[in-house]
């Protein structure tokens, strides 16, 4: 009977601990990586969930107040406690509305009895106030606060545009009947449509008169008149048609005609607003639809196009356009508020705000509070909306922003000017990330396994100590330093060499397999004082050679192919040539990820057991023979282990990508085009984005889409090499 090699000792007792010890410390270790992942996974969530929010609309104060005239107008300041409303005597009042009282702070007379009350953009607060001798009083109200004891103080003004305070906008034998305004870099614009038919425009600085201008043409009645901020277009409405006149010097030119009903038949425009930034009109009919139109550029020439309509109905009252954002709030008959959003589409229904249609409405300037006055009442509401700009459909479809020719995927941060907003689309990122990686695989993918089974298989033992660690070495080097010498050194030679390159790309594996054939016709005597495994000894003075005779040549090819240069070849062509291009990319990012393949892989075909190999020889299988049905089999998990380890680092890398590239985030598999990455995007933009906003935001969203893409990708490689060794283990 066997003795059993296992005691009580004391020794035995130590060992056993260690084990334990060991085990204990091992199993924690993954545990503790594990935990690491979900943690990163569970915060980049967290980090993303805002995004996806809904805007909100919660009451806080409401008040009644003492009033003889129901107001022309309201407004409110950025703190959502003072409110300023404008009588029809000419009166403005600044109230405090603070738990369920509204004091008179202070009272202006701006004006004499208002005829006619037209509000500017809610960006510049302005209000021009027509009264009945057709004087006209610009004036913008300021909520001012002092500090007394260290406690702010409304101190209210109001402040006139010109310095007699009114100017005088009336034509003899005919009144003023219609009038929008605009104030632009100190100059004011005022249009007027008269009962004769006529429409006038008038500039004006602070002092006197500077210019004006009369239409042409008359017209018999005018629905609207509305006009830019910055006074360069004129939109005069007549029922459903709309007249759009642009201005060239101190004169304005008729553009186009539109019907606003675009031909359907008993549809009647109600009114058109001009949304933040006055690129946009928000057109509403007698039926409660709301559609939205801007210019479109088409055969060099722009016209007002319809863009897109939204769900409405028949109980729509009014809409308000934000100040700065490009939505707007619709009020409805039974108290129903609806906030939209352009871009995105979105609609949000809220009830319980108001019980009825408010007499008037106004949003504070930083778009955080909402006012609003029916029955001699305010009502006050808190108002947030993280990011509305942001949805499944603005991240992944197609999307008509302003003054593009149609949809488009659009990643572009920071706007030129206010009036514009940022577009987050992910899918130009994604695009670069996969076109990238694509490339990036393309080239090395065949050189690193290749060379992998080429080492492993059919290289001398002496020659592949030398290579293989040479190799590994490689992946040593940092990326920076690779993408250094890509976008600074190698990115010119592609750009001056370029058809010697794509020459020799083309050229260099047939050249390969002819230097194989030469080898094997030359004779014995030759052959024979090189033993087998040192052939690449051989080999890679040739492809030096060949490849410095092209790039040499380069001139002359490219004359001969292209009769001159070949970038003035390719733009008649319609394709565009960047420096720093993909091509560069696939060169750089290959070469880093060259290593990581090849170590993999040739690990894996040379652990492929000995006994299979002389096995399958000694049945009469020539090395090719046994190379592919036996060694590469076996070792197949390995090398898709190797090529999922290169595409998740290809899929990651990020300073080849910042380096190589010229960032534009675009989307065309032009290989002489560059590209942006999501990796590229985070390590560019995190450092300049403001901590907590959408765009902060979307760049943690942009790195939980690389955390899942590596998850799918080491997933789907952990199974498919389940699975072939399964179906290989027998051998």
């Known amino acids: 009977m066997a003795r059993s090699g296992i005691s009580l000792r004391e020794k035995d007792r130590k060992r056993l601990l260690k084990d334990q010890v060991a085990k204990a410390m091992v199993t924690c270790g993954g545990l503790a990586v594990l935990a690491a992942l979900i943690l990163i996974f569970v915060y980049l969530v967290k980090m993303v969930i805002p995004l996806f929010s809904s805007t909100t609309i919660t009451p806080t104060v409401s008040s009644q107040i003492s009033s003889q005239h129901p107001p022309l107008a309201i407004g409110i300041n950025n703190s959502g406690q003072d409110v300023y409303l404008l009588s029809p005597t000419g009166s403005l009042s600044f109230f405090n509305v603070d738990e369920h009282q509204a004091g008179v702070v202070s009272s202006f007379n701006v004006s004499k009895p208002i005829r006619d009350l037209v509000k500017g953009t809610p960006r510049s607060g302005w209000l021009a106030l027509v009264d009945e001798d057709d004087q006209v009083t610009l004036i913008k109200p300021s909520f001012t606060h002092v500090y007394k004891q260290k406690l702010p103080e409304l101190q209210p003004e109001v402040n006139y545009f010109y310095a007699s305070k009114k100017v005088n906008f009336s034509k003899p034998n005919t009144r003023l009947e219609k009038l929008a305004f605009s104030v632009d870099k100190g100059i004011l614009t005022l249009v007027g449509y008269y009962l004769d038919g006529s429409i006038e425009v008038r500039w004006y600085t602070s002092d006197q008169e500077v210019g ?186 197609k999307v008509w922003y302003e003054s593009y020719p149609k949809p488009e995927y659009v990643w572009q941060t920071t706007s030129a000017s206010h009036d514009y907003e940022a577009k987050f689309s992910l899918m130009p990122l994604t695009f670069g990330t996969l076109k990238a990686a694509l490339f990036a695989m393309l080239f090395s993918l065949p050189i690193a396994v290749c060379g992998a089974i080429y080492t492993a298989y059919f290289m001398s033992a002496p020659m592949r100590r030398i290579v293989k660690p040479s190799i590994e070495l490689m992946e040593a080097l940092p990326t920076v330093i690779i993408g250094f010498l890509a976008g600074l050194w190698f990115a010119p030679i592609v750009e001056s060499h370029l058809v010697a390159i794509v020459v020799t790309m083309l050229l260099l594996p047939p050249f390969i397999v002819l230097v194989g054939f030469g080898w094997r016709w030359l004779p014995n005597a030759i052959t024979h004082r090189f033993p087998n495994g040192w052939h690449p000894l051989i080999l890679m003075p040739l492809i030096a050679l060949f490849t410095y005779l092209l790039l040499d040549h380069s001139g002359m090819i490219e004359s001969w192919l292209f009769h001159g240069d070949i970038r003035v070849y390719l733009a008649n062509h319609g394709i565009d040539f960047d420096q720093r291009n993909a091509l560069v990319v696939g060169f750089a990012m290959g070469f880093a990820v060259i290593p990581t393949i090849f170590t993999i892989a040739e690990d894996a075909v040379f652990s492929v057991p000995k006994h299979l190999s002389d096995g399958s020889l000694a049945l009469g299988a020539t090395p090719w023979q046994t190379l592919v049905h036996v060694v590469l089999q076996t070792a197949s998990p390995g090398i898709f282990s190797a090529i999922m380890m290169g595409l998740g680092r290809a899929v990651g890398e990020t300073m080849i990508v910042i380096m190589a590239t010229g960032n534009t985030p675009i989307m065309d598999w032009n290989i002489l085009e560059g590209m942006r990455t999501l990796s590229a995007t985070i390590a560019i933009e995190m450092p300049e984005s403001e901590v907590g906003s959408p765009h902060y935001r979307l760049l943690f969203l942009a790195a939980l889409i690389l955390l899942m893409f590596t998850f799918a990708v080491n997933s789907l490689a952990e199974w498919v090499r389940q699975r072939l060794r399964e179906k290989y283990r027998a051998m």
């Not at 009903?261 to 057109?283: E, K």
């Not at 939209?340 to 409405?361: D, M, N, R």
């Not at 930083?366 to 990011?387: C, G, P, Q, W």
């Open 212 to 397: 004006h201008f009369n239409f042409a043409s008359h017209y018999d009645h005018v629905s609207q008149i509305l006009v830019t901020p910055d006074s360069q277009t004129v939109y005069i409405r007549q029922g459903s048609m709309l007249t759009v006149a642009k201005r060239k010097g101190d004169q304005f030119v008729i553009r186009e005609n539109v019907d606003l009903s675009q031909g359907v038949q008993g549809v009647s425009v109600r009114n058109v607003q001009l949304l933040a930034g006055a690129y946009s009109l928000i057109v509403t009919d007698q039926n409660g639809q709301i559609s939205q139109w801007f210019d479109v550029l088409k055969n060099k020439q722009r016209s007002l196009t319809f863009i897109r309509s939204f769900k409405s109905s028949d109980k729509l009252s009014f809409i308000l356009p934000d100040a700065y954002r490009k939505g707007f709030y619709g009020f409805y008959q039974g108290g129903e508020i609806k906030s939209y959003y352009t871009t995105t589409k979105k609609v949000l229904p809220f009830k319980g705000i108001v019980s009825e249609p408010p007499e008037l409405a106004a949003m504070s300037k930083n778009e955080e509070y909402l006012v609003t006055f029916n029955h001699h009442r305010i009502a006050i509401a808190k108002v947030d909306s993280y990011a509305p700009e942001i949805s499944f459909s603005s991240l992944w479809d």
